[in-house]
């Protein structure tokens, strides 16, 4: 059964088509991996899914539910969370703050019972702290606790990003390239991670990645944008012997290269750059 | 009264633990820990000194804020007292431009609805005090959620623009009204008697404020360290990712404005019976705009910041003027209020802090150094 899908995706910045007629769908317990160039649209698509931004035509469901005119928040309590390309921690809070913020709707007491201390407050406090900590044990953050989240290098900052979409519970996670920033020995760990979030917490994932070897790792099946448009979908294996896809990602002649693996980033970005009409990121 | 007061101060101690240390000046990362720091050569973990430290600073100035009145002059009782309502005013900055990041300069506006509000409670509607000055701060929310409204639009600047027009725009009509809140003339108000016990004088009338402002000090820091406060402090500090995790962005800002124009509406209220009259021109525009200035100044970081701003507003400039003459005093006032600034952006309350934690890491070096010897 399907937990997230949207339907002919269309939205247009001055006359410039950043997406036109995208579906994707993500189903229960699925690993998905959205693909394809820089610019090809494919943060402006998640955008759309997470409601950041009002998509021209398309339709956007959550589960069984229509949430294309809802605003983020309202997404995000109905069970999507999700990362940010450029990592989104809240500057001025400890690591446990940031995570404990994800929870903001595990529980419901409001302002009156928080100042007041009520029973309430303290009991919903409770819950959400030993939510909180058992995520970061399972993210082997519980040590960084305390500290400053600002202060973490950027690939436990990541850590801390994913550690707080997960403490919303939510049933389809939208990741924005996680292993960007992250050391070549960490991302075996993120990998794993990743597997191991699925598997505890029983939510489907769609990622945005450049990192070829992740995709192949772990998804079930792919979307390859180019230039707006859905170019390709299928399993990996399919995916990745697509002539057309191997043409965007490498160019005419790109047949005969080996497809981009992990590290090899700038070179697909580079061979990418000539065939990328695609608008700015907002 | 004395003996009242400490009946609170230890009871919120005991009920909130941190709240006591989050009003002298800590900031978010510090308060409501547990203690797990490594223990040093001594046995006492630093969050243990620190908290220890917090609670030296919160029961120092609380007993200078008890005993000053008696060792001043009578004439300073009434300048303490109005300090005490302006360090409410303070609080309620606090809590919307700290915690929040957002702005008003309409703060007076909402002081003008507690004091009218109350004035029409004690006096027409004669409801005892205690009553009263809730329902003064309650009176002022719907206002705070309309002064609000342009902040789902409008950030910084602009929205600073439209509270203050908001401001002038209740002032022009609201509180110039004959019928509704007396004008130019204005509105009388007495002191207020509780439980039979008379608070007329200065003196216990300055206590009884004291009272309020620790409690609204201590919901202030209780809610900062639950979950609206974590909502807010995310919004502050990233409004696309506090609405990615489920929070709504129009609902945590309305209450914001609603729980600072209700803090402020009980300042205005204890500041009106402080006063005994107030009228059109007490709540101005420029009242506002004098408040968020020093509040700034003073440091919005923290819920004791609140005190700067009460002792900058009514005493520092009273201190100064038996030593200068007015008008170059306004001068220096001015200057120094800049250069402070610009030495320290987080305001005096974050500098404070800063050099509390000197201290507390000097303390720690000498401890290390004598345990090992």
């Known amino acids: 059964m399907s937990i997230l899908r949207?339907?002919?995706l269309g939205v247009s910045f001055k006359g410039l088509h950043a997406l036109e007629d995208v579906s994707v769908e993500v189903h229960e317990d699925e690993i998905v991996g959205l693909i394809g160039p820089n610019g090809a649209g494919k943060s402006t698509c998640f955008n759309c899914l997470t409601g950041l931004l009002d998509p021209d035509t398309g339709t956007v469901l959550l589960g069984e539910e229509d949430v294309t005119a809802l605003p983020p928040h309202e997404r995000a309590r109905l069970g999507m969370g999700r990362t940010f390309q450029t990592?989104?921690?809240?500057?001025?809070m400890t690591v446990e703050e940031n995570v404990l913020v994800g929870s903001h709707n595990?529980?419901?007491?409001?302002?009156?019972?928080?100042?007041?201390?009520?029973?309430?407050?303290?009991?919903?406090?409770?819950?959400a702290r030993a939510e909180v900590r058992e995520i970061l044990e399972l993210l082997d953050l519980w040590e960084e606790r305390d500290r400053p989240a600002r202060t973490l290098p950027l690939g436990e900052q990541r850590k801390v990003e994913l550690a707080r979409s997960l403490a919303q519970h939510p049933r389809v996670l939208l990741l924005d390239e996680p292993l960007a920033g992250v050391s070549r020995q960490a991302k075996q760990g993120t990998v794993e991670t990743l597997r191991r979030i699925r598997r505890e917490f029983g939510v489907s994932l769609l990622v945005i990645e450049h990192d070829m070897r992740l995709i192949m790792a772990i998804t079930d099946f792919v979307y390859v944008l180019n230039a707006g448009r859905l170019l390709a979908k299928g399993t990996p294996e399919e995916v990745r012997a697509n002539r057309e896809v191997i043409v965007a990602y490498l160019g005419e002649g790109g047949e005969d290269r080996s497809w981009p693996s992990a590290g090899s980033r700038g070179g697909s970005r580079a061979a990418a750059g000539g065939a990328d009409p695609g608008p700015r990121r907002r | 009264m004395s003996a009242g007061l400490r009946g609170v101060g230890t009871g919120t101690e005991a009920d909130t633990r941190g709240h006591d240390e989050d009003a002298l000046g800590m900031s978010a990362p510090e308060q409501g820990r547990e203690v797990h720091g490594a223990p040093d050569a001594v046995g006492v973990s630093e969050a243990a000194l620190r908290?220890?430290?917090?609670?030296v600073v919160a029961g120092g100035s609380l007993a200078v804020a008890v005993l000053v009145p008696f060792l001043l002059p009578r004439y300073w009782t009434f300048v303490l007292l109005a300090a005490v309502t302006t360090m409410i005013v303070g609080l309620s900055i606090v809590v919307l431009t700290g915690f929040v990041g957002q702005i008003s300069l309409c703060q007076a506006t909402f002081m003008g609805v507690g004091a009218y509000a109350s004035a029409r409670l004690t006096g027409d509607a004669h409801l005892p005090f205690l009553i009263a000055l809730p329902l003064a701060g309650l009176a002022a929310?719907?206002?705070?959620?309309?002064?609000?409204?342009?902040a789902l639009r409008l950030k910084g600047l602009y929205l600073a623009i439209a509270t203050l027009g908001f401001g002038a725009a209740v002032q022009a009509t609201l509180f110039s009204s004959k019928t509704l809140t007396g004008g130019f003339s204005g509105v009388a108000l007495e002191r207020p008697t509780v439980f039979g016990i008379s608070f007329a004088s200065d003196l216990r009338y300055y206590f009884l404020t004291l009272v309020v402002l620790l409690l609204l000090m201590a919901f202030a820091a209780n809610v900062k360290r639950g979950r609206s406060g974590r909502a807010f402090a995310a919004i502050r500090d990233g409004e696309v990712a506090a609405a990615a995790s489920g929070i709504s962005l129009a609902r945590y800002k309305l209450t914001a404005f609603g729980l600072s124009a209700f803090i402020a509406g009980v300042g205005g209220s204890l500041f009106g019976h402080a006063m005994?009259?107030?009228?059109?021109?007490?709540?101005?525009?420029?009242?506002?705009?004098?408040?968020?200035?020093?509040?700034?100044?003073?440091?919005?970081g923290s819920v004791g910041a609140a005190v700067f701003t009460g002792l900058m507003v009514n005493i520092l400039p009273k201190a100064l003027d038996r030593v200068l003459p007015g008008n170059l005093l306004l001068v220096i006032f001015s200057a120094g209020m800049l250069v402070q600034l610009a030495v320290a952006p987080d305001g005096i309350a974050g500098q404070m802090r800063r050099q509390q934690d000197a201290v507390l890491s000097w303390i720690l070096r000498r401890r290390r150094v004598s345990g090992r010897d």
Do not use: K
């Open chain 2, 141 to 150: 929310v719907p206002v705070g959620l309309l002064a609000g409204v342009p």
């Open chain 1, 106 to 127: 595990r529980v419901a007491h409001g302002i009156v019972a928080d100042g007041l201390r009520l029973p309430s407050s303290r009991s919903g406090e409770r819950i």
């Open chain 2, 276 to 300: 005994l009259s107030v009228n059109t021109s007490s709540f101005d525009i420029f009242h506002s705009i004098t408040f968020v200035t020093v509040a700034i100044i003073a440091g919005v």
């Open chain 2, 51 to 55: 908290r220890g430290m917090q609670l």
């Open chain 1, 87 to 92: 990592v989104q921690l809240f500057g001025g």
């Open chain 1, 6 to 8: 949207a339907v002919g």
